[in-house]
């Protein structure tokens, strides 16, 4: 497969965000809870399905970003930089010169965000990973905000990647760290843009939770952040099927100057969407229609990409 360069295509580039599906390597991380994804562990993670996998997930990468791959890519459920460097060195991906961004998380089984960046495109000057504050002898234990500031020529491009706690199980400890993870993006996108009117700010991720649930609607209220998820809402899709019913909870987020373009880039509206590729997509034994073709269907090894589809949009430097 042949990239064009993005200097020769210009000054559009592509945005994504991909939940990947527990990417572990088949190493004992023996300060992390990461037994079930070895080798002799409960999903026989062995080496082979290992490489069978970043070889899936470098596919749908250049997959989202057609004959140009994505400029930026952020990355949930990686458990370590080294995976994600197999991701981009060890693939198709390494035409695409990507730099990567990563930082631990308190995450108890270790699955972290990254980013990749084009570093033709891109140059990194900033990096911040950020937890919510919490009295003595509480830790947090979930991901973490992880900001990168990325800069093309001289114009600046703000970037907040989530990984929100789980909603399953209805547990109390994770609805307040929802609600704590959510405050804390606020809190950080508040001072970004008050800082500048004209600031571009990118906040994405999987916040496990649609775009019309109270936690998403607060986030997004008032002239703060435009949520591009709401044009897919109305409609037949979602990046996550549950029980039947897709989701959008893999969402991209916007400050007004990168929605409106009155700061250095502009995002095109139209050009949100979900990446649902016939091969990315599998029969759903359960219910009607296809699914995500995931690495594992319960335990048993299916061989396929990931349970999330890829949230994408196209953003253009002025």
């Not at 592509?14 to 080798?39: C, G, I, Q, S």
């Not at 996998?53 to 458990?79: F, M, T």
């Not at 906040?203 to 998403?216: C, H, Q």
């Amino acid at each position: 497969m042949t990239f064009l360069s993005l200097q020769s295509a210009g000054q559009e580039f592509t945005v994504m965000f991909y939940n990947v599906e527990n990417l572990f390597d088949t190493t004992d991380d023996t300060t992390r809870n990461d037994d079930e994804f070895l080798p002799e562990g409960s999903r026989r993670w062995t080496g082979n399905r290992y490489h069978k996998k970043i070889s899936a997930l470098a596919r749908v990468i250049a997959a989202a970003g057609e004959w140009e791959l994505p400029a930026l890519v952020g990355l949930c459920e990686v458990e370590n930089e080294e995976v994600v460097k197999d991701l981009a060195y060890g693939t198709i991906l390494s035409a695409g010169n990507y730099g990567i961004v990563h930082r631990d998380s308190p995450d108890p089984r270790g699955i972290d965000l990254a980013l990749l960046y084009r570093r033709d495109h891109f140059k990194v000057t900033a990096v911040r990973s950020w937890i919510p504050e919490r009295t003595a002898g509480v830790p947090f234990e979930s991901r973490n905000l992880l900001y990168v500031k990325a800069v093309m020529d001289i114009d600046t491009l703000h970037l907040i990647l989530c990984h929100f706690p789980s909603r399953r199980g209805g547990l109390l400890a994770a609805e307040l760290g929802r609600k704590e993870m959510a405050m804390l993006v606020r809190v950080k996108t508040d001072s970004i843009i008050s800082s500048s009117e004209r600031a571009s700010v990118v906040v994405m991720g999987d916040f496990n939770a649609g775009p019309k649930d109270e936690i998403m609607v607060n986030l997004a209220s008032g002239d703060h952040l435009m949520n591009t998820a709401f044009k897919l809402s109305s409609t037949e899709v979602g990046s996550y099927k549950y029980q039947g019913t897709w989701e959008v909870i893999d969402q991209i987020l916007l400050s007004p100057a990168l929605a409106e373009g009155t700061g250095p880039f502009k995002a095109d509206m139209e050009s949100v969407r979900i990446l649902d590729e016939p091969f990315l997509m599998t029969d759903d034994p359960s219910y009607p229609g296809k699914k995500p073709h995931a690495t594992y269907a319960g335990f048993v090894w299916a061989g396929g990409y990931s349970d999330h589809l890829p949230a994408l949009i196209t953003i253009s430097q002025k």
